[in-house]
């Protein structure tokens, strides 16, 4: 369990009213004891989800550039690279 400390933030929303009995029923639902906590529940649940997507977005874009600069890119094969085509073309038939 979290354990909230500073509380002094604050965010103030407005909502249309039929938003809010959503909002209100829902919290019920869910067993939250304050209106508070849940949004703030929901809301971090969803933000969390939010910049990990983007997250790995952001990692996947880092690797596919990665890739095509090593495949397409104008860098020379390094002596390893040409010792090991060498000896492969060497053992072609």
């Known amino acids: ?18 938003d809010k009995r959503m909002f209100k029923r829902a919290q019920r639902l869910s067993g939250d004891r304050s209106f508070s906590s849940f949004v703030v529940r929901i809301l971090k649940k969803e933000a969390e989800e939010i910049v990990a997507k983007n997250d790995r ?3 996947t874009e880092k690797d596919r550039q990665v890739f095509f600069d090593a495949v397409f890119g104008n860098t020379k094969a390094n002596q390893n690279l040409v010792a090991a085509a060498e000896k492969y073309k060497s053992q072609k038939p």
């Open 1 to 18: 369990m979290e354990i909230q400390t500073n509380k002094d933030e604050r965010i103030e929303l407005r909502v249309s009213p039929s």
């Open 57 to 59: 977005i952001i990692a």
